[in-house]
């Protein structure tokens, strides 16, 4: 009896091994797929490195673009040839995540599951760029540079290395910090940088939490903001940023941490609300290259780090402050402005769908265009 039960056991086993095996190889999984995969396939197939990596990974999770994803993107007029090879790559390993992850494992909680982007050219993170996952009902969505949304079509072909979703909008790399806030909207806050000198600086920093405030921040203490100094701007700025610990609204905890200025803030959280001081987190996880934004409705003053978080209203942080007469918002005049065809101002509020899928083909026309030639003629 007993060795009739471990045969079975072992039968079982076999049998669940078999069909392990079973699964098809990737090459052949796209190509089941080939009437909504069919262009991914071929850019896969017409770059050996990624190829050849895919084919040797087990335990991971690949976010494939449908082919109106990718057509669309190649359509689009910011497409153009890239003298850089190790683009495509890289755009095609931020689809690819480290990990198998089934749909059913994404909740509504935010998760940041690294990829296997690990290119220091295009991320300083450590561990690897990121993407956010979520659940909002039945949708599973999958989260890239300026809160940019793919949400997946179909879920869970498997194959022998892992997985498979089909998403219907291409992920976009994440972009350096001064680069999304300029396609954010956030001119207040480029301007401010620009004036003080710290773009390189901040770009530059390996992982990052910054605290941006909005337009409406700086446009609150426009009477004071004027007249300050670059040194001592630069020293606010700092205050918004801290260094050594990407902070995803997902991993933050209450308590006082210090930044770049030397200066410590405070951080409360209160039935999911997030307050840094007395400025309340508007819109959560912005990817940026090296990190994290987390935009704010206020400007924090390190004179005033003892300002104590209040989620249910914004403490100011500069007494006396004003804004203009005029409505001037400050500094917005030393910003750059935003491409046309890939400004994406963020919303508050939302950490959904930011911006129309037009928008994700024209930024990232530029990383698609080493491809255009292998897939045009589809």
């Keep these: 009896m ?14 669940l091994a078999q069909q392990d095996d079973n699964k098809p190889s990737l090459t052949d999984a796209l190509s089941s797929k080939s009437d909504t995969l069919s262009l991914l396939g071929e850019l896969i197939s017409n770059n050996t490195e990624v190829l050849e990596a895919l084919q040797g990974a087990t335990d991971i999770t690949i976010l494939a673009p449908d082919n109106d994803a990718i057509s669309e993107l190649l359509k689009s007029s910011a497409v153009t040839e890239s003298k850089d090879s190790g683009l495509v790559p890289a755009l095609l390993s931020y689809h690819v995540l480290n990990g198998t992850y089934m749909a059913a494992d994404v909740k509504e909680t935010p998760a940041f599951i690294p990829t296997l982007l690990g290119n ?13 996952a ?11 540079a300026l809160k940019m949304a793919a949400n997946v079509t179909e879920a869970d072909i498997e ?41 390189s600086t901040l770009d530059g920093l390996e992982d990052i939490t910054i605290f ?61 609300n997030v307050s840094v001081n007395g400025a309340k987190v508007v819109i959560p996880d912005i990817l940026i290259a090296n990190g994290v934004v987390h935009v704010i409705d206020g400007v924090l003053n390190p ?35 935003p491409t046309e065809s890939s400004a994406t ?6 950490s959904q769908q930011a911006a129309p899928r037009a928008t994700a083909a024209a930024a990232m026309g530029v990383l698609l265009g080493g491809a255009a030639s292998v897939v045009n003629g589809f």
């Design 345 to 350: 101002e963020l919303k508050t509020g939302t």
């Design 303 to 337: 004179d005033n780090s003892s300002d104590e978080p209040n989620p249910s209203t914004t403490t100011p942080a500069f007494t006396g402050a004003s804004t203009m007469s005029d409505g001037m918002v400050p500094f917005t005049s030393a910003a750059p402005s």
């Design 159 to 199: 194959f022998e290395g892992g997985v498979i979703h089909i998403i219907n909008s291409v992920l976009q790399i994440p972009q350096s910090a001064t680069k999304t806030a300029v396609e954010g909207g956030l001119s207040a806050l480029v301007g401010a940088v620009t004036e003080a000198d710290l773009g």
């Design 212 to 272: 941006a405030p909005n337009n409406d921040a700086f446009a609150a203490i426009a009477s004071v903001v004027g007249e300050l100094s670059a040194e001592d701007l630069a020293g606010i700025l700092q205050y918004h940023v801290i260094q050594g610990t990407v902070a995803y609204s997902s991993g933050l905890e209450g308590g006082k941490v210090e930044t770049v200025s030397g200066e410590e803030v405070n951080i409360s959280i209160d039935d999911g």
């Design 134 to 144: 979520v659940t909002d009902g039945e949708t599973v969505s999958f989260y890239s």
């Design 2 to 15: 007993k060795t009739q039960s471990l045969l079975s056991l072992a039968l079982s086993a076999l049998a």
């Design 120 to 132: 220091a050219k295009y991320e300083n993170v450590t561990g690897g760029q990121v993407v956010e």
